[in-house]
C-alpha cells in the first residue's frame, strides 16, 4: 500500500470566483476548470471537453439537473456531473475530477488523492 500526501497548490481567492462562473487554471501542466456553485460549494473538473477536445469547459453553462449540480460543455452541450465528472447524457464519457478546497480565503487545489 502506498501513502499520497497531497500538494496543494494555491489558484485563486475565494472572492474571485463568481458564483455559477467557471474560471481555468493550470496546475502542474494540467488545465483545470474550477466553479464555485451559489450555496458556495467548489468543483474542480478538467477542463478538456471530452467531445470536442478543446479547452473549454471553464465556460460552461453551471445549472441544476434533479438536484445535481451540472456544467454543460459551451460546445456541443453535453451536461457533466460537477461531483463525478460523469457526461448525464451520454454513458461511459466522464471528466477528471480533483480535489478542491478553500483554506484560509484562497482556494487550492489538487491533483493528488489526499
Request: hydrophobic content about 40%; aromatic content about 8%; charged content about 20%.
Amino acid at each position: 500500500m502506498t501513502a499520497t500526501t497531497a500538494f496543494w497548490t494555491s489558484v485563486c481567492s475565494y472572492d474571485r470566483l463568481l458564483p455559477e462562473r467557471g474560471v481555468a487554471a493550470l496546475v502542474d501542466g494540467v488545465q483545470i476548470a474550477i466553479f464555485r456553485t451559489y450555496d458556495g460549494d467548489l468543483y474542480a473538473i478538467g477542463n478538456r471537453d471530452p467531445i470536442a477536445g478543446a479547452q473549454v469547459m471553464s465556460r460552461g453553462i453551471v445549472g441544476d439537473r434533479g438536484g445535481v449540480p451540472t456544467v454543460a460543455s459551451p460546445l456541443h452541450k453535453q451536461v457533466y456531473d460537477l461531483r463525478t465528472g460523469e457526461c448525464l447524457d451520454l454513458p461511459g464519457v466522464a471528466l477528471p475530477t480533483y480535489p478542491v478546497r478553500c483554506e484560509g480565503g484562497t482556494v487550492e487545489v489538487t491533483l493528488d488523492r489526499p
